[in-house]
């Protein structure tokens, strides 16, 4: 049974850079995997995606001059570099890995079927 654990979130003020780090135990494979988040009151939405060897990546269009997805698999790590926060961007942040690679970076949270437990990114002054 693969487990997703995100950590990195805290509390930071607008302008602000932080790197959230999700790390895989388990069975792994290379395999596709993401980032969702979800505000308070609103639905879980996609922020990014890779590839099992991070050759395609796919940023949200909001969010892509300001945030750059990445992994490490040999340490069974994905991570999700943010940039100039804003107040926006607060919100629980999940990683989610697919059964199987691909090329096709689906935006749909269906189509992930492991999930970590999120963790807090705050963005307040």
């Known amino acids: 049974q693969v487990q997703l654990v995100e950590s990195g979130g805290g509390l930071v003020q607008p302008g602000d850079s932080l790197r959230l780090s999700c790390t895989a135990s388990?069975?792994?494979?290379?395999?596709?995997m993401a980032w969702f988040r979800q505000a308070p009151g609103k639905e879980r939405e996609f922020v990014a995606a890779i590839s099992g060897s991070g050759g395609s990546r796919y940023v949200a269009f909001s969010l892509e001059d300001r945030f750059t997805i990445s992994r490490d698999n040999p340490k069974n790590t994905m991570s999700l570099r943010m940039d100039s926060l804003k107040s926006d961007d607060t919100a629980v942040y999940y990683c989610a890995s697919r059964t199987y690679d691909g090329t096709y970076l689906p935006m749909n949270e269906h189509e992930y079927f492991h999930w970590g437990q999120g963790t807090q990114v705050t963005v307040s002054s």
């Open positions: 388990g069975p792994i494979s290379p395999v596709n």
